[in-house]
Structures are given as structure tokens and as C-alpha cells.
């Protein structure tokens, strides 16, 4: 993992809305955005930065590129992530929401066979306060410091940032792990990933209902975990059924064979309980949580 | 979203997946011109499961009973949703019933195809029973082999159940859906296979590049708005909630239960990274989403949860205040109560009080200054009202 302001950045589709909108944004916090890709403006530059054909163009131009963030439209994210492994980008922050799974399916199959990272999609990406955004996150939310947040929201990510940093508690990295059912990474490799960082002491999860990102977490954190850990759940009195934009969020037994009530508030708040992991009432209530956690660790 | 049964069955078909001679009654009458022989069985084509058990399905022996059963299962309401079409189907006498179906999960990353010796009704009883095969890498005909004989089947059977399977496999791909489900798969004492029911999900995000099933899902009166559009989503108390974010949309919920507040309706403008509606037309969605709370007469506050990286809270409180201005002007709108944070706060906030609408930078606060105002007078009654209420104050 290289997220830092000495990796090189990619943008695909940065002359799309969200990406012309973005990289600004991220260059201005000092991320090392080197190059973007947008068919059909190679040659040309935006914000200073740039702009190529191919991915393998601005490869060959400006050597091995660390990370590429996505931004390209839904039915454009499959064959943007495959040509990223093919010019041999190993971590890919895939922002757009909307991809249909089955393209989720086949993009991650490749990935896995060439060990790329994926984080999304779906997501406001990655925010490492004081060094590099990559992704949306509003950046004077968040300050450095030593509690690593997970999350499968967007905004609801940034209100959890917001409510630590106010309470004097800074982040040594935020990722958006994405809303949507079929997820690049899972909040237990991002676990294990911070239980190895340095910089972090305490993890706080934001979770919510559908899937079993929540229940697997608390299995692993119970199992392998010394850092501390806070959880969230939101969507404990959601409407049944009822689609609520995070496709991953839809509780219904909807496939009779997996399972039947994992995904409800309960079964993930019945696992945290099980794990031993502290539960936040509200997001107001998650520093107070941070707090005892450090002060015990 | 889910297809109805018959829409299900036109796709099996066009698969090669045995289905039953049927047709679609769209009036009891219809009946009399029924081109499917006798016995046949009637089925409210609802999107609920279970609707045999409700008396959603009747079997009849001729043209007088059909009429009568097409006009009793019409009439009758399915977990609060009446047929708008009955499926007039052949009867069959199965000799067992299998469970079959194709999915995405989530765990694995991966679709599954899963199947029963034990299909049926009481499918949800049996879980345990199903049997799961993960198609790790591109699909071959063996998964479904594989699924067939983890099902403990035999001989012929695996052969002609696997062939179902992968031609599921299949339809799930070629059309971008979520959930492929065959229960049951009746099998005959001579070893014939017939798909009894079907259940089709389909993905809302790839609607846009399967044409012909939007116009399926278009017909369908639940359908969720094309991409963007805003939906409301309506419940069963008085606080109007708008809010930008699926995730922060559920917490913001769960918070006005908490504080002992219910809420009217919802509507969700979507997170920073939705490509269809970028940060630039927030304003206007913003607008459009008020509109739609506020024209739920049980609404009695509204409550405005904005967190957003792509617009300032300037630029959200502008929208607020030009939706306010035209709006007031020719109807009555309940009190607004506005929780903001980011840049600008302080000139949104100047900019709302001049017009007496609260703004909190605090969720908590926010949502206990809402749910004090629904609370402050008794209650309106439980039941949403057919005409629109007066309020005693318009």
C-alpha cells in the first residue's frame, strides 16, 4: 500500500464533471496527481496537469504510476479499471457510483489475479489528513492525527471526520470502502491493513445494514485484532426493503439461500456486541468512544 | 426491483427455460376467450412472495369458476397491493419440486448458483438444505454440473437440471440482473422439468443499457425514478426529511426515532459522486426535493440535512430561500428547520434567520429543534388523509 504525497496519481476521466471538479480540489490539498486520462484530449492539459489518450501513454511518459482514481461514467468503469492493470497500476479508487455488478464482478476477477487493490466503487475514496485526498472527501473536515475510519457512506463518512476532528481527535486515514454490494475491498482487509499502520491506534467502522461487511469485521476484529475498535451502524430503523441509493443497504431476504437475517441493525449490532466492540448510539456519541478507547489502549 | 412473474416467464422462454402455455387476464371477462385447455390455475401476479398462501392463487375446471376466482383474486389485496393482471396458466402435476437459483453475492464477490432437492412453499424453512456452488472465474458449464450433483442428483437429472442452470447463468449475464430464481422447478415422474414460477430481479444501475427491460420495469407502477430523478420515499409520521447521502440519510432517521420524533417521508438527493447529477444541480434538487416533501399534507416540519463537498452551504441556503419565496406565496408550507457545515456556514445561517428559518451546525440539536416543533401540538392522526388537510394556521 502507497498512499502518500511521494506515490504517483492518475485520474481517469478527468475531464468528466466529477473529475474536472475534483482535481483541483486534490491537487490543491497536495496530492501528487502527475497525469489525467481522457480519449481524445491527449496532448492537451487541465489545472496544470497533463492529459493523455492512454493510460499506458502517460505511463511511458512519466514512468510507474502508483494509483489511478475513476471518475469516468458507470458503463466506462469495466474497461477503465481493466486498462489500468494493464499499464500495471496496482491500487484503483473507483469514485463512481452506479456500475452495474456484473462489471463489478469481472473488473475485481482481474484484479485479483494481478493483486491490484480496489477500493469502491461507490465511494468518496481515501483522505490521509495533512498528506493526500484521494477522492471527494472535504478536506478541512478532517486533521491528522491517530484514529483510522472505515466507512461504506460518503457524507456520512464526512460527518463522522467532522465530529473527531471538533473533539480534538485526528485521522490517520479515511477510506470510503463504497456502498454498493460488490466491493473492491472489505472492511477486513482494510483492518488488517491498519493493524499493521504505524500512525493509527484506534479504528472506528461506520457501517450499515445489508450485507455481511459488518458481521465478518466483527468475527476478524474479535479473532486477530489488538487495536481497539468503535463501530457505527446506521439504518437501524430503515424502511424494509426499500431501496435507500446505497444498493449494498436494501434489506430483504431477497436470496433465500444466503442466509436469512444477516444484513438487519440487529445481527450486526448482535456481532459487535459478541466481538466486544463498543456501539455508538449516534455519531456525536463516536469521540467519547475514540477517547475511552485510547485512554484504556 | 423485481419483475412480475409473467414478465419473468416471457424472459425464461426466450431462454429455452420450459414454461407452461399461459396467458395474461387483464379483466375477469378475458376469460371467456382462454386459449390455455383446462385445468388451469389463476395467479395474482403481485411482487410479494407468498400469495398462495393469501389466496393469491386458485385452481378452476372451467369458464364460470374462472370468471368467479379471476374476480375474487382481483379483489384481493396482497400485503396491501391488489393485480393489476391474473396469469392464467396450465395446471401440472409435479412429481417433486426443486429449488433453483442464480445470484451476486457479496461475501465472495462472485455469482452463486444455489439449488434444492426441497423446493416449494416453505422454502425459507429449509435453508440449510441449500446447496451453493461459487463461480469463481469465467462460467463453464461444469458450475452447474458441480451445482446438480452437490443437490445429490442422479443420472438423467444432472444433465437436464445443470443445462437449466447454466441457461439461468446465462439470463442473469446477458441481462444485468441481480437474481435469477426458479422455485419450484416441478419435475415430472418421467424426468420432464417445467420452471412453475419464476422470480427476475432486475439492477436498477444497468437499466440504461438494457433497453427493452426498461420498458418492462416502466409499466411497472413502483418503478423507481429513471437515474436521477428524486423519489420520495413515504412513511408514517410528521417530520419531512431531506437529505444528501443514502448512508447519512439513515442516520439522520434513525436519530429523529431516537429523540422520539417520526418521520413523514424522506428524500435522499444522492452522495458527491453520482455522475448523472453532479454537485452543479444540487440547487435545483434541492428545490425539487422540497417540493415533494412539502406536498405531504402530514408533514408538520421539515427537516434539512445537507453535508456536501460539492456545494457550499451559501449555495444550499440560496436554494432553500428561492424555493421559500415562491412557494409561500400561494401555499401554506410547514417550518423548515436547516443543519448545515462546511464553508459559508455563517452567510448561510445570516441569510436563513433573515427569513426565520433555524440553522444548526449541530445533527443532535438539529433534529431535538424539529421534533419539538411536531411535538409542541397534539399529534395528527395516524392515517394519512385522502384530501389535502387544512392546517389551522393557513
Known amino acids: 500500500m502507497n498512499f502518500t504525497v511521494n506515490s504517483k496519481v492518475l485520474v481517469q476521466g478527468a475531464t468528466e464533471p466529477l473529475g474536472a471538479m475534483y482535481v483541483p480540489l486534490m491537487q490543491a490539498y497536495g496530492t501528487p496527481v502527475v497525469a489525467g486520462v481522457s480519449p481524445g484530449y491527449g496532448g492537451q492539459a487541465l489545472d496544470g496537469i497533463p492529459l493523455y489518450d492512454l493510460v499506458e501513454q502517460a505511463v511511458e511518459q512519466l514512468g510507474p504510476i502508483d494509483t489511478t482514481i475513476i471518475f469516468v461514467p458507470p458503463y466506462e468503469v469495466l474497461d477503465a479499471v481493466l486498462e489500468a492493470i494493464a499499464a500495471e497500476i496496482h491500487q484503483v479508487i473507483l469514485i463512481t457510483e452506479g456500475v452495474p455488478p456484473l462489471d463489478t464482478v469481472q473488473l475485481l476477477r482481474e484484479a485479483e489475479a494481478t493483486e491490484t487493490l480496489v477500493v469502491g466503487p461507490n465511494t468518496p475514496g481515501i483522505i490521509v489528513p495533512g498528506q493526500v485526498l484521494l477522492g471527494t472527501h472535504p478536506p478541512t473536515f478532517y486533521t491528522p492525527g491517530p484514529v483510522g475510519v472505515l466507512s461504506r457512506s460518503g457524507t456520512l463518512t464526512y460527518e463522522v471526520g467532522l465530529e473527531l476532528t471538533r473533539a480534538g481527535l485526528g485521522q490517520s486515514i479515511v477510506v470510503g470502502i463504497g456502498g454498493d454490494r460488490i466491493l473492491g475491498s472489505s472492511f477486513q482487509q482494510w483492518l488488517q491493513i491498519l493493524e499493521e499502520d504505524d500512525a493509527t491506534e484506534v479504528i472506528v467502522l461506520v457501517g450499515e445494514i445489508g450485507g455481511d461487511n459488518e458481521e465478518r469485521a466483527a468475527r476478524y476484529i474479535a479473532e486477530a485484532l489488538d487495536k481497539p475498535v468503535v463501530a457505527y451502524i446506521a439504518g437501524r430503523t430503515a424502511p424494509k426493503g426499500q431501496p435507500l441509493g446505497h444498493a449494498g443497504a436494501i434489506v430483504a431476504s431477497r436470496i433465500a439461500g444466503v442466509g436469512s437475517d444477516i444484513g438487519t441493525a440487529e445481527s450486526k449490532l448482535a456481532a459487535f456486541k459478541r466481538a466486544k466492540i463498543p456501539v455508538a448510539d449516534r455519531p456525536s456519541q463516536i469521540p467519547q468512544l475514540v477517547q475511552r478507547a485510547l485512554a484504556q489502549g | ?394
Open chain 2, 1 to 394: 426491483m423485481d419483475l412480475l412473474e409473467y414478465q419473468a416467464k416471457e424472459l425464461f422462454h426466450q431462454m429455452g427455460i420450459p414454461v407452461l402455455p399461459s396467458q395474461r387476464i387483464h379483466h375477469p371477462t378475458d376469460l371467456k376467450g382462454l386459449r390455455v385447455p383446462f385445468p388451469v390455475v389463476l395467479k395474482s401476479q403481485v411482487y410479494t412472495g407468498a400469495r398462495g398462501k393469501m389466496g393469491g392463487i386458485k385452481f378452476v375446471e372451467n369458464t364460470i369458476d374462472a370468471i368467479a376466482a379471476a374476480q375474487a383474486i382481483f379483489h384481493l389485496p396482497i400485503l396491501g397491493k391488489y393485480p393489476k393482471v391474473l396469469l392464467a396458466e396450465a395446471k401440472y402435476n409435479p412429481d417433486r419440486e426443486f429449488y433453483l437459483a442464480v445470484a451476486l453475492d457479496g461475501s465472495t464477490r462472485r455469482p452463486v448458483l444455489l439449488g434444492s432437492q426441497q423446493g416449494g412453499v416453505d422454502i425459507e424453512s429449509k435453508l440449510d438444505q441449500i446447496q451453493q456452488v461459487v463461480v469463481e472465474q469465467e462460467f463453464s458449464s461444469f458450475y452447474a454440473r458441480r451445482l446438480a450433483i452437490k443437490m445429490g442428483l442422479k443420472g438423467s437429472l444432472i444433465c437436464s437440471v445443470s443445462s437449466i442452470v447454466e441457461k439461468m447463468y446465462r439470463l442473469l449475464v446477458a441481462r444485468d440482473l441481480d437474481l435469477v430464481e426458479i422455485n419450484p422447478l416441478a419435475v415430472s415422474s418421467s424426468g420432464e422439468l417445467m420452471a412453475l414460477d419464476g422470480k427476475v430481479t432486475v439492477n436498477d444501475a444497468a437499466l440504461g443499457r438494457q433497453s427493452d427491460l426498461a420498458t418492462l420495469v416502466a409499466s411497472i407502477p413502483t418503478a423507481p425514478p429513471a437515474a436521477c430523478g428524486l423519489s420520495l420515499v413515504p412513511l408514517q409520521g410528521t417530520i419531512g426529511v431531506l437529505c444528501s447521502g443514502a448512508g447519512l440519510t439513515m442516520a439522520t432517521l434513525d436519530l429523529i426515532a431516537k429523540s422520539k420524533g417520526k418521520a413523514a417521508n424522506f428524500v435522499d438527493l444522492g452522495g458527491d459522486y453520482r455522475h448523472c447529477c453532479p454537485p452543479a444541480i444540487l440547487q435545483d434538487r434541492i428545490r425539487q426535493g422540497l417540493d415533494l416533501i412539502t406536498q405531504d399534507k402530514s408533514v408538520k416540519a421539515v427537516l434539512v440535512n445537507i453535508v456536501s463537498n460539492g456545494v457550499s452551504c451559501l449555495q444550499v441556503a440560496e436554494a432553500i430561500a428561492s424555493f421559500l419565496k415562491w412557494e409561500a406565496a400561494h401555499r401554506h408550507l410547514p417550518p423548515l428547520v436547516v443543519r448545515l457545515v462546511g464553508e459559508q456556514f455563517h452567510s448561510a445561517r445570516g441569510l436563513l434567520a433573515a427569513i426565520n428559518v433555524p440553522v444548526f451546525e449541530s445533527l443532535d440539536e438539529s433534529i431535538s429543534h424539529t421534533v419539538s416543533l411536531t411535538t409542541a401540538t397534539p399529534a395528527l392522526p395516524r392515517e394519512k388523509p385522502k384530501t389535502p388537510l387544512v392546517l389551522a394556521s393557513a
